[in-house]
């Protein structure tokens, strides 16, 4: 081998050698699927922490929802890091790094970092993770860090049955919606007014419409059983709207008992049925403007 074939082969090697250097030392290290930044001792978590408000979220395919993330440490930055777990299949907003004391930063203190991110879905149903940094902004290799793991549920697009099974579980049955009150509210109210309109006509009308209120107004009831038997059982200490909401429904409850017995005795005790009637009309009007109309 001649000397000038020598020197080209060593300049070569130092070449490479070199470059390999330089791009080891100015590497961002991007943590893949499932994988802990601290192994190998790339990252520490000396002096840095963070946290999420949620960490956990059930969403629609391509709907967003907002987390809050808190991040402390010298000169902290919040990122959600490109091509960290799944995070590229998400959109996130605020898109850029956010630095302590920048215009995102809710977090008024030094070295903190307070921000609402914004997230949006993938479109396609799955569960996912999203990886969130509070990292030293100071430097890109290996920097000291923390981080927090989101779990995100993308549902995929229900059947007709199974969304109305959710309804009549969920929704329906519950007594903390609207439904059941404001069906047998609406039921005995036009039972009455037809009443009152035709008796003779409309009596018959009248015990079906009546009847089907009081049968919802008892599912209601036997649904709030349990949650009514813990409030009275605190009783020292339970809310006055929640004790005047209880003891009107009572009130309320026996009424419509006592009106359906003696109509189906051939008794019109009208005035026990309007008892009933403004018992049941107070505690939903009372129920959705303390604690909202559910539905």
Same mark, same amino acid.
């Given at each position: 081998?001649?000397? $000038?074939?020598?020197?080209?082969?060593?300049? &070569?090697?130092?070449? #490479?050698?070199?470059?390999?250097?330089?791009?080891?030392?100015?590497?961002?290290?991007?943590?893949?699927? =499932?994988?802990?930044?601290? #192994?190998?001792?790339?990252?520490?978590?000396? =002096?840095?922490?963070?946290?999420?408000?949620? *960490?956990?979220?059930?969403?629609?395919?391509?709907?967003?929802?907002?987390? /809050?993330?808190?991040?402390?440490?010298?000169?902290?930055?919040?990122?959600?890091?490109?091509?960290?777990?799944?995070?590229?299949?998400?959109?996130?907003? $605020?898109?850029?790094?956010?630095?302590?004391?920048?215009? /995102?930063?809710?977090?008024?203190?030094?070295?903190?970092?307070?921000?609402?991110?914004?997230?949006?879905?993938?479109?396609? $149903?799955?569960?996912?993770?999203?990886?969130?940094?509070?990292?030293?902004?100071?430097?890109?290799?290996?920097?000291?860090?923390?981080?927090?793991?989101?779990?995100?549920?993308?549902?995929?697009?229900?059947?007709?049955?199974?969304?109305?099974?959710?309804?009549?579980?969920?929704?329906?049955?519950?007594? #903390?919606?609207?439904?059941?009150?404001?069906?047998?509210?609406? &039921?005995?109210?036009?039972?009455?007014?037809?009443?009152?309109?035709?008796?003779?006509?409309?009596?018959?009308?009248?015990?079906?419409?009546?009847?089907?209120?009081?049968?919802?107004? *008892?599912?209601?009831?036997?649904?709030?059983?349990?949650?009514?038997?813990?409030?009275?059982?605190?009783?020292?200490?339970?809310?006055?709207?929640?004790?005047?909401?209880?003891?009107?429904?009572?009130?309320?409850?026996?009424?419509?008992?006592?009106? #359906?017995?003696?109509? &189906?005795?051939?008794?019109?005790? *009208?005035?026990?049925?309007?008892?009933?009637?403004?018992?049941?009309?107070?505690?939903?009007?009372?129920?959705?403007?303390?604690?909202?109309?559910?539905?």
């Amino acid at each position: 081998m001649n000397r $000038p074939f020598k020197i080209k082969i060593a300049l &070569l090697a130092g070449f #490479m050698c070199s470059l390999a250097v330089l791009i080891g030392f100015n590497v961002t290290a991007n943590p893949s699927f =499932g994988s802990n930044p601290y #192994m190998s001792g790339c990252h520490r978590s000396t =002096g840095y922490q963070i946290s999420a408000n949620v *960490t956990s979220f059930t969403v629609k395919p391509g709907k967003s929802f907002s987390v /809050y993330i808190s991040a402390n440490g010298t000169a902290v930055e919040v990122e959600a890091i490109a091509g960290a777990v799944d995070n590229n299949l998400f959109e996130f907003a $605020p898109a850029s790094i956010i630095a302590s004391n920048s215009s /995102y930063d809710l977090d008024t203190g030094s070295n903190a970092v307070g921000v609402i991110m914004t997230i949006t879905a993938p479109s396609q $149903p799955g569960n996912y993770k999203i990886m969130i940094l509070g990292r030293d902004s100071r430097t890109d290799a290996k920097p000291n860090l923390a981080y927090v793991e989101l779990s995100v549920t993308v549902l995929g697009t229900p059947s007709w049955a199974a969304v109305f099974v959710s309804f009549l579980i969920n929704d329906l049955f519950n007594h #903390m919606y609207v439904y059941l009150g404001g069906a047998a509210v609406t &039921l005995l109210a036009l039972g009455t007014l037809l009443y009152k309109l035709d008796a003779k006509r409309f009596t018959r009308i009248h015990g079906l419409l009546a009847g089907s209120a009081f049968i919802l107004t *008892t599912i209601n009831v036997i649904l709030v059983i349990p949650a009514a038997t813990a409030a009275l059982a605190a009783i020292t200490t339970i809310n006055i709207w929640h004790l005047i909401h209880i003891l009107v429904g009572i009130v309320g409850y026996a009424a419509g008992a006592v009106a #359906m017995l003696t109509g &189906l005795g051939g008794l019109r005790w *009208t005035k026990i049925g309007y008892v009933a009637l403004i018992c049941w009309s107070f505690n939903l009007v009372f129920g959705g403007i303390i604690w909202g109309f559910n539905t």
